[in-house]
């Protein structure tokens, strides 16, 4: 066996290289099975960032439904979700260059064997947007999320709207409007008979995870719908993935017990089916997402999280009793269940990538329809510790240790690695703990990661999620902090070199940690937030007002605002700091990077600024990806004199 060579921490040499980064990380979605034929969507940074639809044919073999260059994705909500559906031997998807919905004919025999030439059946008409079908066949309709920019009033208006698949309502027509009583809308789903169509609903100030609500109401042949009423939730229960069974009953996730637990509406009342300090939902970002699916009428497959991991398991909802099932995976999401009872979902664990995995009728055989094979050699991935560790007030936080790691390379004797923290976005999201190039691209150059689910992060219950109400910039901020503390403490890592990393959300904590602890070194803030009064009044409908939970209401909290927003406390900073932007980006707008960075600027301290013309909420082509990694990486070595033979790109940092 060669021996190591030594060289300083962060600046090994890596085969995980941005070009990597971007070639294996297709990030696939929302797997389902027709009429034997499996479909999932893929998204692909090597693409120009575009998402297609894949048909895996019975011979295995897999081929695109969109085609070069065309794209699906849905700007519902600006992070859009389910924007595609097979039913009718037809391919319904929302098209990413105009939002319109088409319909693609798929011969039965080989769904893929068609000419891309989509029927349109949505008007054409700037503002429309829509997502999360469910197919009328009787009444030939789509029913949807719609979402209308162009509607009266200071905000667009979110409704549940009957398309006609016919393409008739692309004529000048009027989409028929079902449900516009609230301020947003989610899952409609019919029932088997066809007599009921189910939904979810909630207002502001609640997000979908603080207050949802389970609506139902009849619904004729024609897919008109009737007297609706409301089953469950409330502003302080949330509900998740309404679903019926194939008896017709009415499943769905509330956290009423302080955990993500499954429901059944039976009798006219609601009864759990599982009740376990568990999680079986996950915060609803994307339109469509799914834990659980029927196996049968008497079986529930499902998808739950306990202690930061992820299980499936195979529910009898007349025993009560849950059959554990055992995969190689430590996330799983996308549940879906076929006519068959074949269970698919996407999985991933600390060495493999998201993949799209199909557990037979039986229950026993687990097939990846697809299959990342790790592109470094295994000795070379880091594998993720999972860590509980103390922080202020006598209260746990939770995360992910990365060591570093590298068949060819170590640290010299005696050093200790610079330490990445890395704050997840949302900030209601979480880390699991599975393969991430983008992890790996810091770890095998010799730095230590952290990856902290602070409190008011997902999977730990409602309790610790609502730690972060009224807290934010703080209680996540002691997370990081402590995170520090405890790997110092260790003797893990260098204090001498801390660096603390986030986008979007976790971007904020990143400026409010450099501002408001002195744990830290240096940070990097991708379309991260630094005024937080900017955003509560510059942000899109979805999380207009989140920040009223998360921090107060707006303006009669004024004052909270500006104390905890990273902007109005420059005196404060006092390390390097780079922020990549995109100017596209309609979450936080690049006006909350510019003033940031103008802040430091005047202050003397070093700062970079990366900008991305053709990026949003989100960098999603391969080169602005590629060009972001090396940039950060540049910036960290140049600020803390990390020596490296890495040819990297000239950067300009002012006050350097």
């Given at each position: 066996?060669?021996?190591?060579?030594?060289?300083?921490?962060?600046?090994?040499?890596?085969?995980?290289?941005?070009?990597?980064?971007?070639?294996?990380?297709?990030?696939?979605?929302?797997?389902?099975?027709?009429?034997?034929?499996?479909?999932?969507?893929?998204?692909?940074?090597?693409?120009?960032?575009?998402?297609?639809?894949?048909?895996?044919?019975?011979?295995?073999?897999?081929?695109?439904?969109?085609?070069?260059?065309?794209?699906?994705?849905?700007?519902?909500?600006?992070?859009?979700?389910?924007?595609?559906?097979?039913?009718?031997?037809?391919?319904?998807?929302?098209?990413?260059?105009?939002?319109?919905?088409?319909?693609?004919?798929?011969?039965?025999?080989?769904?893929?064997?068609?000419?891309?030439?989509?029927?349109?059946?949505?008007?054409?008409?700037?503002?429309?947007?829509?997502?999360?079908?469910?197919?009328?066949?009787?009444?030939?309709?789509?029913?949807?999320?719609?979402?209308?920019?162009?509607?009266?009033?200071?905000?667009?208006?979110?409704?549940?709207?009957?398309?006609?698949?016919?393409?008739?309502?692309?004529?000048?027509?009027?989409?028929?409007?079902?449900?516009?009583?609230?301020?947003?809308?989610?899952?409609?789903?019919?029932?088997?008979?066809?007599?009921?169509?189910?939904?979810?609903?909630?207002?502001?100030?609640q997000m979908p995870w603080d207050g949802s609500e389970l609506w139902c109401g009849d619904m004729d042949d024609g897919g008109e719908l009737g007297t609706a009423r409301k089953l469950a939730g409330g502003a302080?229960?949330?509900?998740?993935?309404?679903?019926?069974?194939?008896?017709?009953?009415?499943?769905?996730?509330?956290?009423?017990?302080?955990?993500?637990?499954?429901?059944?509406?039976?009798?006219?009342?609601?009864?759990?089916?599982?009740?376990?300090?568990?999680?079986?939902?996950?915060?609803?970002?994307?339109?469509?997402?799914?834990?659980?699916?029927?196996?049968?009428?008497?079986?529930?497959?499902?998808?739950?999280?306990?202690?930061?991991?992820?299980?499936?398991?195979?529910?009898?909802?007349?025993?009560?009793?849950?059959?554990?099932?055992?995969?190689?995976?430590?996330?799983?999401?996308?549940?879906?269940?076929?006519?068959?009872?074949?269970?698919?979902?996407?999985?991933?664990?600390?060495?493999?990538?998201?993949?799209?995995?199909?557990?037979?009728?039986?229950?026993?055989?687990?097939?990846?329809?697809?299959?990342?094979?790790?592109?470094?050699?295994?000795?070379?991935?880091?594998?993720?510790?999972p860590l509980s560790y103390p922080s202020a007030g006598g209260e746990m936080a939770n995360g992910f240790y990365y060591p570093p790691a590298n068949s060819q390379h170590r640290g010299p004797d005696g050093d200790k690695p610079p330490l990445i923290v890395m704050c997840h976005g949302g900030p209601t999201g979480a880390n699991y703990g599975v393969l991430s190039y983008k992890v790996q691209y810091w770890?095998?150059?010799?730095?230590?990661?952290?990856?902290?689910?602070?409190?008011?992060?997902?999977?730990?219950?409602?309790?610790?999620?609502?730690?972060?109400?009224?807290?934010?910039?703080?209680?996540?901020?002691?997370?990081?902090?402590?995170?520090?503390?405890?790997?110092?403490?260790?003797?893990?890592?260098?204090?001498?070199?801390?660096?603390?990393?986030?986008?979007?959300?976790?971007?904020?904590?990143?400026?409010?940690?450099?501002?408001?602890?002195?744990?830290?070194?240096?940070?990097?803030?991708?379309?991260?937030?630094?005024?937080?009064?900017?955003?509560?009044?510059?942000?899109?409908?979805?999380?207009?007002?989140?920040?009223?939970?998360?921090?107060?209401?707006?303006?009669?909290?004024?004052?909270?605002?500006?104390?905890?927003?990273?902007?109005?406390?420059?005196?404060?900073?006092?390390?390097?700091?780079?922020?990549?932007?995109?100017?596209?980006?309609?979450?936080?707008?690049?006006?909350?990077?510019?003033?940031?960075?103008?802040?430091?600027?005047?202050?003397?301290?070093?700062?970079?600024?990366?900008?991305?013309?053709?990026?949003?909420?989100?960098?999603?082509?391969?080169?602005?990806?590629?060009?972001?990694?090396?940039?950060?990486?540049?910036?960290?070595?140049?600020?803390?004199?990390?020596?490296?033979?890495?040819?990297?790109?000239?950067?300009?940092?002012?006050?350097?």
């Amino acid at each position: 066996m060669t021996s190591k060579i030594a060289q300083p921490y962060g600046g090994w040499p890596s085969p995980v290289t941005p070009e990597l980064i971007t070639a294996g990380s297709v990030a696939r979605d929302y797997p389902c099975q027709v009429d034997g034929v499996s479909y999932w969507q893929e998204t692909r940074p090597d693409e120009a960032g575009r998402t297609t639809v894949v048909a895996r044919r019975a011979d295995g073999s897999l081929v695109d439904l969109l085609p070069f260059p065309h794209s699906t994705r849905s700007k519902v909500h600006e992070y859009g979700g389910r924007c595609w559906l097979v039913a009718d031997h037809s391919l319904f998807f929302v098209a990413a260059e105009d939002q319109r919905v088409y319909r693609l004919p798929l011969p039965a025999e080989h769904p893929a064997d068609t000419a891309f030439a989509p029927q349109p059946l949505t008007p054409e008409r700037p503002g429309l947007r829509f997502a999360d079908f469910c197919h009328h066949p009787t009444a030939g309709l789509l029913i949807a999320v719609c979402e209308d920019h162009g509607a009266a009033g200071d905000e667009p208006s979110n409704t549940l709207v009957a398309i006609p698949v016919d393409g008739s309502g692309c004529r000048g027509e009027e989409l028929r409007t079902l449900v516009a009583n609230a301020d947003f809308v989610a899952y409609p789903r019919l029932s088997p008979d066809l007599r009921s169509l189910c939904w979810i609903a909630w207002h502001h100030p609640q997000m979908p995870w603080d207050g949802s609500e389970l609506w139902c109401g009849d619904m004729d042949d024609g897919g008109e719908l009737g007297t609706a009423r409301k089953l469950a939730g409330g502003a302080t229960e949330a509900i998740f993935q309404p679903a019926w069974s194939p008896a017709g009953e009415l499943h769905f996730v509330s956290d009423a017990s302080g955990w993500w637990n499954l429901y059944r509406h039976h009798k006219g009342g609601n009864e759990p089916l599982f009740p376990v300090e568990a999680e079986f939902a996950t915060p609803l970002w994307s339109l469509g997402m799914s834990t659980y699916g029927f196996v049968g009428d008497r079986h529930i497959a499902t998808l739950f999280t306990q202690s930061g991991a992820w299980h499936l398991g195979v529910l009898d909802t007349a025993s009560g009793r849950m059959a554990m099932k055992a995969t190689p995976f430590s996330w799983m999401g996308a549940l879906s269940c076929s006519a068959d009872g074949d269970i698919l979902f996407i999985g991933a664990s600390a060495t493999s990538s998201g993949d799209v995995a199909l557990v037979s009728g039986g229950g026993e055989s687990l097939v990846r329809l697809t299959e990342s094979t790790p592109a470094i050699d295994r000795a070379t991935i880091s594998i993720p510790q999972p860590l509980s560790y103390p922080s202020a007030g006598g209260e746990m936080a939770n995360g992910f240790y990365y060591p570093p790691a590298n068949s060819q390379h170590r640290g010299p004797d005696g050093d200790k690695p610079p330490l990445i923290v890395m704050c997840h976005g949302g900030p209601t999201g979480a880390n699991y703990g599975v393969l991430s190039y983008k992890v790996q691209y810091w770890t095998s150059r010799g730095f230590a990661l952290l990856d902290v689910n602070y409190r008011g992060s997902t999977g730990y219950g409602r309790r610790y999620r609502e730690k972060l109400n009224g807290n934010w910039g703080v209680v996540d901020v002691e997370d990081a902090a402590a995170g520090v503390a405890h790997l110092v403490g260790q003797g893990l890592v260098d204090p001498a070199k801390t660096i603390i990393r986030g986008s979007s959300a976790g971007g904020y904590t990143v400026l409010a940690a450099l501002a408001f602890s002195d744990a830290f070194t240096a940070g990097a803030s991708l379309y991260g937030i630094g005024d937080l009064e900017a955003l509560a009044r510059d942000t899109h409908k979805f999380e207009s007002r989140y920040l009223d939970t998360l921090v107060g209401p707006y303006p009669a909290t004024q004052d909270t605002y500006r104390l905890r927003s990273p902007i109005h406390h420059q005196d404060r900073l006092h390390c390097p700091v780079i922020f990549l932007q995109g100017l596209e980006d309609k979450v936080v707008p690049p006006n909350q990077a510019e003033a940031m960075v103008n802040a430091l600027k005047s202050k003397g301290i070093p700062v970079a600024y990366i900008t991305f013309a053709d990026e949003g909420h989100g960098f999603r082509k391969a080169a602005n990806i590629q060009a972001a990694l090396a940039a950060e990486l540049a910036f960290y070595r140049r600020v803390l004199a990390i020596p490296s033979a890495e040819t990297l790109p000239e950067i300009e940092i002012h006050n350097l």
